[in-house]
């Protein structure tokens, strides 16, 4: 048999309802908060890294909950249902209800964020051939609502209001718990491979093998000198990158007669996701067939590289409109474009990797450690931005290349010992392509 077990597509449209929710309050809350709270742009940054960061801090601490106490089911029925409040709290224009919303948002997402991926997971045995190709469907989902989030929210919010684009996101997350309420039953784990079987979403506990130790210690130092440097380059999307589309991106779209929100551009990163991910999937089966697919460290170095790359075109297209001259469009597209296949050298392997080497009675503790990492990374990342408006466009866009280019350096440093200890679950040249999203058949 060669279908995923249904299961698989009750999470698909479950993450992509709510990473609509998400991306769609995303992609306006710089620009709400310079333009309807009158914040300055280092105090909108700071707020956007605080906030950006705490949703991928507290699944850490919601990961030992779940893993404890509540059991995946639980975690993401309450943590949605807190999402949802918090979207909706985001409708009311003042600043209480601004902070209650993000407070709301944030405690959600520590119960919710782990909990779906880990429950991918849980639906195959670690053996089985289909659990890469699990991943990249699920993979999809995130980026589908994550491009349809820009289009819909941004032009609501953007064009008819703020609260009518964050009361869209609400109901995006309540679509995502209709769903996952509907569809619970097919949520059954399969854990043959680990010789048992449990009930859906069961705490678990088990002793921690020296291999599995071994495993850990590979995941903390891949996200430190890996996912940490990665994401607080990526992320300027939202802020620097969302900030010099409106100020410095001509948007003026001459052949329809509108000016384009300066949200859109964050359609881009998805989309290219949606185009991009088949072909980098090919190339993983590829070069695994020959033997030369480049091992998970390696992957996050070209994926640094890349993102680096992202941002030198961005720091000759801030030269440019330093010069007081509005830029085309091609030079955000570009960026996106170079940042995109670095995110799909990162961000599912990430994923998967943990799945495949955390131990089963801490797998959700690490889910929302490796998320942690990013919340570290989006603290840096609003730090760095809240630099925009005091440094010239070129010279702020050369600080985060700088940043990948170096990370990059460091981490190639560390290739060997981290593939050796990452040794144990499969060995090195048969782990099978790690998953790139492909859309499903």
């Not at 990163?269 to 067939?289: C, D, K």
């Not at 460290?297 to 030269?319: D, I, N, S, T």
Request: proline fraction near 6%.
């Amino acid at each position: 048999m060669t279908r995923h077990p249904p299961g698989l597509y009750v999470l698909f449209f479950t993450e992509m309802w709510e990473r609509f929710s998400y991306y769609g309050m995303r992609s306006l809350l710089v620009l709400y908060m310079v333009k309807g709270l009158h914040y300055d742009i280092i105090k909108a940054s700071a707020w956007y890294g605080l906030y950006t960061g705490m949703v991928y801090f507290t699944p850490a601490l919601g990961g030992l909950i779940t893993d404890r106490y509540l059991g995946q089911d639980r975690a993401i029925v309450l943590g949605g249902a807190l999402m949802a409040l918090g979207h909706f709290a985001m409708v009311v224009d003042t600043v209480p209800f601004f902070v209650l919303a993000l407070t709301l948002i944030v405690l959600g997402c520590g119960l919710f964020k782990p909990s779906v991926s880990v429950q991918v997971g849980t639906l195959y045995e670690l053996d089985d051939p289909k659990r890469d190709g699990a991943f990249s469907f699920f993979y999809m989902g995130i980026n589908l609502g994550g491009f349809l989030a820009p289009l819909i929210c941004g032009t609501l919010g953007q064009k008819f209001g703020w609260h009518y684009g964050f009361g869209c996101a609400g109901i995006g997350m309540v679509v995502a718990l209709v769903i996952y309420g509907f569809g619970r039953k097919h949520l059954v784990p399969v854990c043959a491979a680990r010789g048992t079987q449990l009930e859906p979403g069961a705490p678990q506990r088990s002793t921690i093998t020296p291999s599995q130790w071994s495993h850990i210690w590979a995941l903390l130092i891949l996200s430190i000198f890996g996912n940490i440097a990665f994401w607080a380059t990526f992320e300027q999307a939202g802020t620097s990158l969302t900030l010099f589309a409106e100020q410095s991106v001509d948007l003026w779209m001459g052949g329809l007669g509108v000016t384009m929100p300066s949200s859109w551009f964050q359609m881009a990163n998805p989309l290219f996701i949606m185009v991009l991910a088949p072909l980098f999937s090919a190339l993983w089966l590829r070069l695994n067939a020959l033997g030369k697919e480049p091992s998970t460290p390696m992957k996050f170095v070209l994926g640094l590289m890349l993102v680096g790359g992202g941002f030198a075109v961005m720091a000759h297209a801030g030269a440019l409109a330093d010069g007081g001259h509005k830029v085309g469009p091609g030079w955000l597209i570009l960026t996106y474009f170079l940042n995109t296949c670095g995110e799909l050298c990162v961000s599912p392997v990430g994923l998967a990797t943990v799945t495949r080497l955390a131990p089963q009675a801490w797998v959700s503790l690490l889910m929302g450690m490796w998320l942690a990492s990013q919340a570290l990374a989006n603290l840096l990342g609003g730090a760095l931005a809240g630099e925009y408006a005091l440094m010239a466009h070129g010279a702020f866009f050369r600080a985060p290349m700088l940043l990948a280019g170096l990370s990059a350096l460091m981490l190639w440093a560390l290739v060997r010992p981290l593939s050796k200890m990452m040794q144990g679950a499969r060995p090195p040249g048969a782990q099978g392509p790690t998953p790139a999203p492909v859309p499903p058949a």
